[in-house]
């Protein structure tokens, strides 16, 4: 949110429950030790360090370099995410549960606990400051349905509605699986119904990727995984969803993508050729694929101008690909702009090296600001402005 030139923060990961005193003590333990006893990723590792002083180190990728990430203060505390927040002038943060969330848990493990974290979460915002001069809260988050196979709709549901009654809780973060099908799977159908009806917003995030032999025998540490494992596992996730039909029946559904959405701005035309060209499914969809991308939100995760300023312009001409639109003019991508939003993956992603700010967040938000055709009034809505409005706050 633009408060005397700071920013809003949409996409920011943390370990349940924040080292704060009572119930979420408890919660982030039990969370905590699941991931100690599993000898299968996600887990929890212990190491000794050069200085001879033992670790925990999270481990949620295959062949993770480093042995995966350093369980500090920063993925627990809530003085170091406001600390991180002010230094680098953002005044207000989502957070959410980091990937893999809760789906290596069995049916009743992630019913119990997704219920229990989002209690938790609720409280770890609701209690925390507010933005000065403001009635808004520094942290809100997204919560979490247990979306595992063969849970009941019952307990998605349950998770939807607990979601939808919290103050401070504005959407949910889920993976590409589903119960198992992935999100086009018409068994979610009432869950896609449930949390359109709420008005809550879904934040699609992956995790998987794609295969591992994909990237070869070299060791090029997680930047494969990372860089183009990631955004092609939402690009397809997002795919199936519009292929399926999802956006057709529920069309007030939000869903916001990570990472600028991967690939799919850049593939929709061909996308729709293809479309058009198969005979299984050329008749199957109300509208053009391209017009579904206008429904979508992006966070602004790309790091570059340019990229940006493509993506936002691939938002922006959706309308012409409405089935009966005779609009057939561009859109501005001050327009396409006005479905993007700002984001860090805290604390993921820290600087190699010792330095006041990090990499990661200056780089996004220089990008923000450097976006030929956005307007001041478009940069300040990337950085704030639209997620206050998409999240009423």
């Known amino acids: 949110m633009i408060v ?30 699941l991931l100690r006893k599993r000898t299968d990723l996600p887990k929890i590792i212990t190491r000794t360090r050069d200085d001879g002083q033992k670790e925990e180190r999270l481990v949620i990728l295959k062949d993770e370099p480093s042995g995966g990430r350093p369980v500090g203060p920063s993925y627990v505390e809530r003085d170091e995410k406001l600390k991180f927040m002010k230094n ?9 549960t980091a990937n893999p969330w809760l789906d290596f848990l069995s049916t009743k493990e992630a019913h119990e606990l997704a219920l229990q974290l989002n209690d938790d979460l609720e409280e770890y915002c609701s209690s925390g400051p507010t933005v000065p001069g403001t009635s808004m ?19 998605l549901l349950e998770a939807v509605r607990q979601i939808s009654a919290s103050s401070c809780l504005k959407g949910l973060i889920m993976g590409t699986r589903g119960v198992g099908k992935g999100l086009d799977d018409e068994a979610l159908d009432p869950v896609w119904s449930a949390i359109s009806e709420a008005g809550l ?26 860089a183009l494992g990631f955004p092609m596992e939402t690009t397809i996730a997002t795919t199936r969803l519009i292929l399926s039909g999802v956006l057709d029946r529920f069309p007030s559904l939000r869903l916001l993508l990570a990472h600028s ?9 061909r996308l729709a050729s293809c479309i058009d060209h198969d005979p299984i499914v050329a ?17 602004a995760v790309c790091y570059g101008p340019e990229e940006l300023g493509f993506v936002s312009d691939v938002l922006a001409r959706s309308n012409r690909y409405e089935t009966g639109s ?27 090296s010792s330095s006041e700010k990090w990499k990661s967040v200056v780089e996004n938000l220089d990008a923000i600001e450097n976006v030929q055709g956005w307007t001041k009034a478009d940069k300040d809505g990337v950085k704030g402005g639209n997620a206050i409005s998409l999240f009423n706050l």
Not at 137 to 148: A, D, E, N
Request: hydrophobic share 35%.
């Open 201 to 226: 917003t879904v934040f699609l995030h992956p995790h998987y990727g794609i295969p591992q032999e994909t990237w070869g025998g070299k060791n090029n540490g997680h930047v494969l995984p990372l």
């Open 261 to 269: 959405g991967g690939a799919l701005p850049q593939l929709s035309s």
């Open 4 to 33: 005397k030139e700071t920013a809003q923060d949409l996409n920011t990961n943390e370990l349940p429950a924040r080292g704060l005193k009572g119930p979420y003590e408890f919660t982030y333990a039990l969370y905590a030790s």
């Open 283 to 299: 008749s199957r969809l109300k509208h053009d694929a391209r017009f579904y991308l206008g429904k979508l939100y992006l966070d």
């Open 88 to 96: 680098h002038g953002i005044d207000i943060s989502i957070v959410s």
């Open 326 to 352: 005779k609009n057939i003019v561009p859109g501005s991508r001050s327009v396409g702009s006005g479905r993007m939003l700002f984001g860090t993956d805290h604390p993921f992603f820290p600087p190699l």
């Open 137 to 155: 809260r520094q942290l809100y988050g997204f919560g979490l349905i247990p979306i595992v196979p063969n849970i009941s709709t019952k307990s």
